[in-house]
């Protein structure tokens, strides 16, 4: 079974502070990973994906994966009462996405 | 740009009746088209996808079935709904020919009373 887990949280950061959201894979096949916000009620928006090693920044966001590890994490910068929803990791799995549950993050003021 | 529509935004459907949920995508051609569901406290469970007209994959066999009978569009039903069947459904596209990146429609809330 190809799982991705994350933690559920929430996990709460005062506004201004570095957010840092964690997801493991079990997985050893993918080579893509994404980073989705879901607000409540609302259908997750694509906010980051990586493919390689290492880290890659988008303005406040950073994400970075580790494929020994099998460990993927997203960064928020500068963290705002805006970024206050649920942050869905996936790997692909060939032909769709897998999900984890979702973080849920809390900023705030 | 590319826009995916999806209908109903909610629904409240009693057990044993039918169901038909559309999805159809624009400013694309030869989409992949998914059916994802989302239940409470849970995470985005693959139902269906297609990667052209008529094609149908399905993971998870149950009382749902899919159509494609246009290239962008999609169709999630059913004929006789059950209590487990509520949940947030969202159709989403990807670029055909491996496209990764999945993007989501508004989504439909159902509930099966």
């Known amino acids: 079974q190809k799982e991705v887990e994350q933690n559920s949280g929430p996990l709460s950061v005062p506004e201004g502070a570095i957010a840092s959201l964690n997801c493991t894979y079990s997985d050893r096949g993918s080579q893509s990973f994404f980073w989705y916000r879901q607000y409540s009620g609302k259908s997750p928006e694509l906010i980051m994906f990586i493919y390689s090693n290492g880290d890659k920044e988008d303005g406040r966001f950073t994400a970075q994966l580790n494929k020994a590890s099998q460990y993927v994490s997203l960064l928020i910068r500068d963290s705002q009462p805006s970024d206050s929803a649920t942050y869905l990791c996936a790997s692909d799995s060939g032909y769709a996405l897998n999900f984890g549950k979702g973080t849920s993050l809390l900023v705030t003021p | 740009s590319q826009t995916i529509h999806q209908w109903p935004a909610t629904l409240v459907q009693p057990v044993g009746s039918p169901l038909s949920l559309e999805c159809t995508v624009e400013?694309?051609?030869?989409?992949?088209l998914y059916w994802y569901r989302q239940a409470a406290g849970r995470g985005l469970q693959l139902l269906f996808y297609?990667?052209?007209?008529?094609?149908i994959s399905s993971e998870v066999p149950q009382n749902l079935s899919a159509s494609r009978p246009q290239d962008r569009q999609f169709i999630l039903s059913s004929k006789k709904l059950l209590l487990s069947d509520s949940g947030f459904y969202l159709c989403?596209?990807?670029?055909?020919?491996?496209?990764?990146?999945?993007?989501f429609g508004s989504g439909t809330q159902l509930s099966v009373l």
């Open positions: 400013g694309t051609s030869n989409p992949n």
């Open positions: 297609s990667v052209g007209i008529g094609q």
């Open positions: 989403a596209w990807s670029h055909g020919q491996g496209g990764k990146k999945l993007f």
